[in-house]
């Protein structure tokens, strides 16, 4: 059974849960928040009133708790709520955490995750909802996933991309090549390895995720390589806040101008915060970082030596997860948090990758829908 109290002058109401969980709420948030039909639209549950149409002196004039939760507002307005609801959307919290968290559904990892890469079947998941919704929330909680087992034939990753969402096209296509050829007269050619970095920084809003497919790949070497780049945040964090807080608060510049017709420039830190500290993203790339000119004289020094460190820790092992795709695998990565390499490689042979931009808002409802879906079951 709830019980409540109601503060002297009516504006704010606090419900105490069966076991003991208080928590406060504001009079104008509950108006706003009700769920009757003259509040929300039965049918999509959007809201039918504006803030305007609550008075801003609004007050809880009576509350009546029996089955449920009855207030009466000084407006006149009598209305039903349903308190475990109330309860699950509290905001009656401490101050914000410090920052550089991740979210609750996230988890950092580093190269400990080699032993159980997250994975899913291809055929596995576009035939059954539970597998696609274990991998899906593995690409939320790892911000990395592979998949296996699918056909070795070109534009497969569009059907990867169906699975829970939509491709974004860019002026690089609805999807490109990434294909090698090894030399083979010159066995001792070695394919250029790449720094780990995150696609496309020069966009705004970013390509949330990246498709990598694979097609052929019988060079030597030529693995891809992932690293957590909000556990890189973290540990920069841990070791150095105030190198952090300058990556974090100031912008970089990031553009591309490689093809006639394109000039994309994008304005966003290294390491961004949302305005509770929580990690939103990274954008880490040494190919398209333009010069930066948001820091002012007496820190930028402070923000070189950052961007190095924070460069030293994506780079070490101990951070890298390495596998090598065979045909018919891929693996997708939140580009908004994990960074992707691709190792050197050398010897005869062929290496040809499909990859894909597709968003993560896509990802995150397909998840959310089976989620509700099962816990209606
Ligand atoms: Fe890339």
Same mark, same amino acid.
């Given at each position: 059974?709830? %019980?409540?109290?109601?503060?002297?002058?009516?504006?704010?109401?606090?419900?105490?849960?069966?076991?003991?969980?208080?928590?406060?709420?504001?009079?104008?948030?509950?108006?706003?928040?009700?769920?009757?039909?003259?509040?929300?639209?039965?049918?999509?549950? =959007?809201?039918?009133?504006?803030?305007?149409?609550?008075?801003?002196?609004?007050?809880? %004039?009576?509350? #009546?708790?029996?089955?449920?939760?009855?207030?009466?507002?000084?407006?006149?307005?009598?209305?039903?709520?349903?308190?475990?609801?109330?309860?699950?959307?509290?905001?009656?919290? *401490?101050?914000?955490?410090?920052?550089?968290?991740? $979210?609750?559904? =996230?988890?950092?990892?580093?190269?400990?995750? %080699?032993?159980?890469?997250?994975?899913? *079947?291809?055929?596995?998941?576009?035939?059954?909802?539970?597998?696609?919704?274990?991998?899906?929330?593995?690409?939320?909680?790892?911000?990395?996933?592979?998949?296996?087992?699918?056909?070795?034939?070109?534009? /497969?990753?569009?059907?990867?991309?169906?699975?829970?969402?939509?491709?974004?096209?860019?002026?690089?296509?609805?999807?490109?090549?990434?294909?090698?050829?090894?030399?083979?007269?010159?066995?001792?050619?070695?394919?250029?390895?790449?720094?780990?970095?995150? *696609?496309?920084?020069?966009?705004?809003?970013?390509?949330?995720?990246?498709?990598?497919?694979?097609?052929?790949?019988?060079?030597?070497?030529?693995?891809?390589?992932?690293?957590?780049?909000?556990?890189?945040?973290?540990?920069?964090?841990?070791?150095?806040?105030?190198?952090?807080?300058?990556?974090? %608060?100031?912008?970089?510049?990031?553009?591309?101008?490689?093809?006639?017709?394109?000039?994309?420039?994008?304005?966003?830190?290294?390491?961004?915060?949302?305005? $509770?500290?929580?990690? =939103? /993203?990274?954008?880490? #790339?040494?190919?398209?970082?333009?010069?930066?000119?948001?820091?002012?004289?007496?820190?930028?020094?402070?923000?070189?030596?950052?961007?190095?460190?924070?460069?030293?820790?994506?780079?070490?092992?101990?951070?890298?997860?390495?596998?090598?795709?065979?045909?018919?695998?891929?693996?997708?990565?939140?580009?908004?948090?994990?960074?992707?390499?691709?190792?050197?490689?050398?010897?005869?042979?062929?290496?040809?990758?499909?990859?894909?931009?597709?968003?993560?808002?896509?990802?995150?409802?397909?998840?959310?829908?089976?989620?509700?879906?099962?816990?209606?079951?």
């Amino acid at each position: 059974m709830f %019980s409540y109290s109601l503060s002297p002058d009516g504006d704010v109401l606090t419900l105490t849960a069966p076991d003991g969980t208080c928590s406060r709420f504001h009079a104008v948030w509950l108006r706003d928040n009700a769920w009757d039909v003259t509040t929300r639209a039965p049918s999509n549950g =959007q809201r039918l009133i504006a803030l305007r149409d609550i008075p801003a002196d609004l007050r809880v %004039s009576k509350v #009546n708790m029996s089955d449920t939760l009855t207030l009466e507002f000084s407006s006149d307005e009598r209305i039903a709520y349903d308190p475990a609801w109330l309860m699950r959307h509290s905001y009656d919290r *401490d101050a914000a955490p410090a920052p550089g968290q991740f $979210d609750p559904h =996230q988890e950092g990892w580093d190269a400990g995750l %080699s032993k159980a890469l997250p994975t899913a *079947d291809f055929a596995t998941v576009g035939r059954e909802p539970a597998a696609l919704r274990d991998w899906l929330a593995a690409i939320r909680r790892y911000g990395f996933a592979k998949l296996t087992g699918g056909p070795v034939e070109p534009e /497969a990753l569009l059907q990867v991309a169906a699975l829970f969402g939509y491709v974004r096209e860019t002026n690089y296509g609805t999807y490109f090549e990434v294909r090698t050829e090894v030399n083979p007269t010159n066995l001792a050619y070695t394919g250029l390895g790449l720094q780990a970095h995150t *696609d496309n920084p020069y966009r705004d809003p970013v390509p949330t995720l990246q498709i990598l497919y694979c097609l052929e790949n019988s060079a030597q070497g030529g693995e891809n390589m992932v690293v957590d780049g909000f556990k890189a945040a973290q540990r920069l964090r841990d070791e150095d806040s105030e190198a952090f807080a300058l990556l974090s %608060s100031h912008c970089a510049t990031f553009e591309y101008a490689g093809e006639a017709g394109v000039r994309l420039t994008a304005r966003r830190p290294m390491i961004e915060l949302a305005p $509770d500290g929580a990690l =939103q /993203a990274i954008r880490f #790339n040494n190919r398209s970082t333009a010069a930066i000119t948001d820091v002012p004289f007496d820190k930028m020094a402070g923000y070189y030596a950052a961007y190095r460190r924070l460069g030293e820790i994506i780079d070490d092992p101990a951070m890298e997860v390495t596998f090598k795709l065979q045909p018919g695998e891929s693996f997708i990565v939140d580009n908004t948090r994990v960074l992707h390499a691709r190792k050197g490689y050398s010897g005869a042979g062929h290496r040809w990758l499909q990859g894909c931009y597709a968003d993560k808002d896509g990802l995150l409802s397909t998840l959310s829908a089976l989620e509700h879906a099962r816990a209606a079951e």
